[in-house]
């Protein structure tokens, strides 16, 4: 198994623009989790799925936030319009629902850069 | 409110040697799972080590083992024989049993001089 695969590993874009992060979880892994990791506060968890369903969107921290999942094998996080602010390390990681306390896999990251 | 803490933002340890990282945490739940992650400059999140609370006997994964003191909330790693590849960023985390999510330490930044 490949992992959890995100894309692009970097992003560099011009406050304003609309930015996408791709994720593609383990296969048959039903439970997907977006964080975002910056100095000042650490690892936040932003959305959580179970069965392609968003159950906890808590954390996603205004409006210009939106996380889709079409299907089991696909997620998006898009920030519409992006801020300078917003520039972190996005993850994604899946896990087995079932198994939450077998603990994440991680994806290697994106590296989100608003300039 | 659930917490954890890592109080030593950085360390050192030389190479070959053995060094403790220290986590804390704040929980009034029984039934709980507690984790290590690595965080090389790769990025990629790694995990270590792997503790149920209601496991007395401490975790070990090869170089990396626990102690899980459950009464004072505490979960430190050691690593023994500290090898290059150990530098990196690690984070304690904890789950509580029959929810999805996860606390998260701000991390200790590990080096390993040689």
């Given at each position: 198994?490949?992992?959890?695969?995100q894309?692009p590993?970097h992003e560099?874009?011009?406050?304003?623009?609309?930015v996408?992060?791709?994720?593609k979880?383990?296969?048959g892994?039903?439970?997907?989790?977006?964080y975002?990791?910056?100095?000042?506060?650490?690892?936040?968890l932003?959305?959580?799925f179970?069965?392609?369903?968003p159950?906890d969107d808590?954390?996603?921290p205004?409006?210009?936030?939106s996380?889709?999942?079409?299907n089991?094998s696909?997620s998006t996080?898009?920030?519409?319009p992006?801020?300078?602010r917003d520039?972190?390390?996005y993850?994604?990681?899946?896990?087995?629902?079932?198994e939450?306390g077998q603990?994440?896999t991680?994806?290697s990251g994106t590296?989100?850069t608003?300039? | 409110?659930q917490t954890?803490?890592?109080s030593?933002?950085e360390?050192s340890?030389?190479?070959?040697?053995?060094v403790?990282l220290?986590?804390?945490?704040?929980?009034?739940e029984?039934?709980?799972?507690?984790?290590?992650y690595?965080?090389?400059?790769?990025?990629?999140?790694?995990?270590?080590?792997?503790?149920e609370a209601?496991?007395?006997q401490?975790a070990t994964?090869n170089?990396?083992?626990?102690?899980?003191?459950k009464a004072a909330?505490?979960f430190?790693?050691?690593i023994?024989?500290?090898?290059?590849?150990d530098?990196?960023?690690?984070?304690?985390?904890y789950?509580?049993?029959g929810?999805?999510k996860?606390i998260f330490?701000t991390?200790?930044?590990?080096?390993?001089?040689?």
């Amino acid at each position: 198994d490949a992992g959890v695969i995100q894309s692009p590993r970097h992003e560099v874009t011009e406050m304003g623009q609309e930015v996408t992060l791709r994720c593609k979880p383990i296969s048959g892994h039903n439970s997907l989790f977006w964080y975002r990791q910056t100095m000042m506060r650490g690892l936040e968890l932003l959305i959580y799925f179970n069965n392609n369903v968003p159950i906890d969107d808590s954390g996603m921290p205004e409006d210009r936030f939106s996380a889709k999942m079409p299907n089991a094998s696909f997620s998006t996080l898009k920030i519409q319009p992006s801020e300078p602010r917003d520039s972190a390390v996005y993850f994604c990681a899946s896990s087995s629902g079932g198994e939450v306390g077998q603990g994440y896999t991680f994806g290697s990251g994106t590296r989100l850069t608003v300039v | 409110a659930q917490t954890v803490t890592q109080s030593q933002p950085e360390m050192s340890v030389q190479e070959a040697e053995t060094v403790t990282l220290s986590c804390t945490y704040d929980t009034s739940e029984s039934d709980y799972y507690l984790f290590w992650y690595k965080q090389p400059p790769s990025r990629q999140m790694i995990l270590v080590i792997r503790q149920e609370a209601y496991k007395q006997q401490n975790a070990t994964e090869n170089r990396f083992s626990v102690n899980f003191q459950k009464a004072a909330k505490s979960f430190s790693l050691k690593i023994s024989d500290s090898q290059l590849g150990d530098a990196a960023m690690y984070f304690c985390a904890y789950y509580i049993s029959g929810t999805y999510k996860y606390i998260f330490g701000t991390g200790t930044r590990l080096k390993v001089l040689a």
